[in-house]
Every structure is written in structure tokens, then in C-alpha cells.
Nanobody, 126 residues
Framework: QVQLVESGGGLVQAGDSLRLSCAAS????????MDWFRQAPGKEREFVAG????????NYAVFVKGRFTISRNNAKNTVYLQMNSLKPEDTAVYYC???????????????????WGQGTQVTVSA
């Protein structure tokens, strides 16, 4: 059983930056592909960014490309989401998720993820 704990959310102004962290425990972190999803009020949970288990492959949603960067430190069992140039429409609860996967796999489908964190709120004011 893998436990995921997100941190780093908060209230910021448009144009500001935030760095989210997701600390994993209870499993072999380097065998999991890791994703960030987000869910705004009244909307479906959506894929934001994902990284393969070795960190060599990364995918991004179109709406965050060039602004957000996903990275991971397997020695620290942690995945990060650096968010720059934040917009009010980025306001959501951000979740990290883990999928036991082979090398080079990045998964964008929330339905197949194995484990989820509890989420961290990001609010961007205009």
C-alpha cells in the first residue's frame, strides 16, 4: 500500500509561482509512474502532468505546457510540480497519483491510477 501526501498549495496572485510536493511512502517509489491531476469545483478531475518512473519521460496537458514542470527525486520518494505564471483558471485541488508501471510509461487516464493523495488546494486570485 502506497501513501501519498501533497503539500505546497496556497493562495497566490495571478502571475505568481508555487511548487507542489508529493511525498510517497509504503512502496518502491521508483517502480511507479507519477501524475498530477486537478479538480476545480463542479468540474471533472483532469490530468495536468505525468512522469515515468525514472523521470526521463514527461507529458503535460496542453493548458499547462510551458508554465508547469513535473520532476521527481527517487532518492527522496517525492514528485514535484513547479507551477509558474499561474492564472485564476488554475484554481483547483491538486492531487498526485501513482501507477505501478514499466519503464518509460506515462499514464494520463485517472481511471487506471493505483493510489491517490488527499489533495492540496491552489487558489489563484486575479
Amino acid at each position: 500500500q502506497v501513501q501519498l501526501v501533497e503539500s505546497g498549495g496556497g493562495l497566490v496572485q495571478a502571475g505568481d509561482s508555487l511548487r507542489l510536493s508529493c511525498a510517497a511512502s509504503g512502496g518502491t517509489f521508483s517502480t511507479y509512474a507519477m501524475d498530477w491531476f486537478r479538480q476545480a469545483p463542479g468540474k471533472e478531475r483532469e490530468f495536468v502532468a505525468g512522469t515515468s518512473r525514472g523521470g526521463t519521460k514527461r507529458n503535460y496537458a496542453v493548458f499547462v505546457k510551458g508554465r508547469f514542470t513535473i520532476s521527481r527525486n527517487n532518492a527522496k520518494n517525492t514528485v514535484y510540480l513547479q507551477m509558474n505564471s499561474l492564472k485564476p483558471e488554475d484554481t483547483a485541488v491538486y492531487y498526485c497519483a501513482a501507477l505501478r508501471a514499466g519503464p518509460g510509461v506515462v499514464e494520463e487516464r485517472k481511471e487506471v491510477m493505483d493510489y491517490w493523495g488527499q489533495g492540496t488546494q491552489v487558489t489563484v486570485s486575479a
